[in-house]
């Protein structure tokens, strides 16, 4: 009997190590702490790994010029391919279908003092990345540039850094989400990146895209001890180190796409599932930037979702 038990036993093993062995990385994700000091070379700077993972090897340029011609200044430029253009105009009247979309997408179609090109291109097909900012002589953000892949519509970043986005994960629990709905969430996300940089300074700004790659050259170089004093002297210089800076970034572009989902759903049940899907990512991986997420679930009547 001791021998048939055994076996048992190790079968059982087995079996459960062939199940965990199937489960994917993005699954495994929200059950695992990463180590946020994994960066990776992207253009001119460098990338926690799992922020250049959504938004791809894309060149964060970021430049002043002196001015800007009125007859090439101002508005929403919209660069789409021909076989893109119908999913695009889905997306599009998707995010636009909220009140938070609307707005926004007024406030750069009506601006003539800056120019915002939304692009679609093939390249990191599932993400977006904003880049190619452009400040003026006083330092005011005059242009930017959105890229969207041409499926954004499919594929759920990791909660660390996207705590909203993630939580339109596929559950068999709750109702199906489309997936317009989902791209329209990586726009809004976009889209808070070029709110938030416009409200930033912009030496600052500059300042961190020249000396982040230069802190994590010495970090992967030095065994990544972030007590070196060169690495100390240039977090002092840029406000934060870059990893943090990277998260103060995409958590501004997070609480943007929180809007957008606030107004999506009206039906208080379904907002609190995801808001507690969200509150749940927060706590576990954004706990100090906690704040900005509850400005928006206290911003809904009562009852708060679980914030």
Request: charged share 20%; with cysteine; hydrophobic share 35%.
């Amino acid at each position: 009997m001791d021998q048939v038990k055994w076996k048992r036993v190790g079968f059982i093993l087995v079996s459960l190590f062939a199940l965990a062995s199937t489960f994917s990385s993005a699954g495994l994700t929200a059950f695992r702490q990463p180590n946020r000091e994994t960066v990776r070379s992207v253009g001119t700077q460098s990338l926690p790994a799992l922020v250049a993972k959504y938004h791809g090897l894309a060149t964060d340029s970021a430049k002043p010029v002196a001015n800007l011609l009125p007859s090439t200044a101002g508005g929403i430029r919209e660069q789409v391919p021909k076989k893109y253009a119908t999913r695009y105009q889905h997306w599009k009247q998707e995010f636009l279908a909220t009140e938070t979309g609307r707005q926004q997408w007024a406030f750069y179609q009506n601006n003539p003092n800056f120019t915002l090109t939304v692009v679609i291109s093939r390249d990191n097909p599932e993400g977006g990345n904003t880049s190619n900012y452009q400040w003026n002589e006083d330092g005011k953000l005059v242009a930017a540039t959105i890229t969207l892949g041409c499926r954004i519509n499919e594929g759920v970043p990791n909660p660390v850094y996207f705590p909203v986005m993630n939580s339109l994960l596929p559950s068999k629990t709750t109702r199906t989400i489309s997936g317009e709905t989902l791209a329209a969430t990586k726009i809004a996300h976009e889209l808070g990146h070029v709110n938030r940089t416009a409200k930033s300074d912009a030496v600052l700004y500059q300042l961190q895209l020249q000396l982040m790659p230069q802190y994590n050259e010495i970090l992967l170089l030095n065994g990544r001890d972030t007590g070196d004093p060169r690495l100390l002297e240039l977090a002092r210089r840029m406000g934060a180190t870059p990893v943090e800076i990277w998260e103060d970034r995409e958590y501004w572009g997070e609480t943007n796409a929180m809007l957008y989902l606030r107004d999506r759903f009206a039906d208080q049940d379904f907002r609190c599932v995801l808001f507690n899907r969200i509150k749940r990512s927060v706590d576990l991986y954004a706990r100090s930037y906690e704040a900005r997420f509850l400005n928006i679930a206290e911003s809904i009547p009562p009852p708060r979702c679980g914030w």
